[in-house]
């Protein structure tokens, strides 16, 4: 694995509309053919949200179900579910999809700003939301939107809630949360246990530097509508897959090999792995 990149496409997000970016795959239908395509483009693992009929963000189990399904149907890409569900969601609402049994699941790692909002990670709800993973056999990506975040990851460790190898996600540039920078990235990296591996998700003008970043420091890519929707300046993206498609060329000309949803399968000690 040590010159392959794993590349995530996180389709949609909880905060993006149609209206914003006419591509966006929204219905459980929409996500599976964006997730198929985004595997051929190159991504071993998609990072998935639900959204009800109107568009608005949603936990209900019902609608998870229908879109993994629908994914598993078309391709063997890992799935990775969000548990940051989408302001406003209590707890329980956003780790209730976990147990629908999928390949990984988003865990935040500390209370975070969100624009003019704000996400709610104590630690009794990381440490719930671990337990909840491990009883259903899925396998964490500890985001984190600050420093203190990784930190607080090593409570979790010490308490037997974690089991290695850690996949870390970084997820910088989030309105009126950590930015990203050489130093920024440089110290979330220092603060990790070593063996762990990291995500690089550059939010909006952070897309590009955060690819080049991930590629630079030797961690993994994340891209798709959840995190930019921008393709340039001032031209939307098409869909999730030519994000992709430009990730996995940026990877190949730094001389990696584009990971598997098998390689990922073997490295993180998934499912069927
Ligand atoms: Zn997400």
Excluded: W
């Amino acid at each position: 694995m040590a010159n392959k990149m794993i590349i995530t496409c996180a389709l949609t997000g909880a905060e993006t509309t149609k209206a914003q970016a006419p591509a966006l795959p929204v219905s459980p239908e929409e996500l599976a053919v964006s997730a198929e395509e985004a595997c051929r483009a190159g991504a071993s693992i998609v990072h998935l949200h639900a959204r009800n009929a109107d568009g608005t963000p949603t936990a209900d189990v019902k609608v998870f179900k229908a879109a993994i399904d629908l994914i598993r149907k078309k391709c063997d890409v890992v799935v990775e579910i969000t548990t940051g569900g989408a302001v406003g969601m209590t707890p329980e609402e956003r780790i209730a999809p976990v147990a629908l049994g999928p390949d990984m699941a988003s865990l935040d790692c500390g209370t975070v700003n969100f624009g003019n909002d704000y996400i709610i990670n104590t630690l009794p709800i990381m440490r719930q939301f671990a337990s909840e993973m491990n009883l259903h056999g899925v396998r964490p990506t500890l985001e984190c939107f600050d420093v203190s975040h990784v930190q607080s990851s090593h409570i979790l460790i010490k308490e037997g809630l974690l089991k290695p190898p850690y996949h870390y996600g970084f997820v910088m540039n989030v309105p009126a949360a950590l930015s990203l920078s050489v130093k920024t990235l440089s110290y979330m990296i220092d603060q990790m246990p070593p063996g762990s591996y990291f995500t690089v998700m550059g939010i909006g003008r952070a897309h590009i530097p955060g690819i080049c970043a991930a590629i630079a420091a030797g961690g993994f890519i994340r891209v798709g509508f959840e995190d930019n929707i921008y393709y340039a300046k001032g031209r939307l993206a098409r869909s999730n897959a030519e994000f992709v498609e430009r990730a996995a060329r940026m990877a190949r000309e730094a001389q990696l090999e584009i990971a598997s949803p098998g390689d990922v399968r073997k490295l993180f000690g998934l499912r069927g792995a």
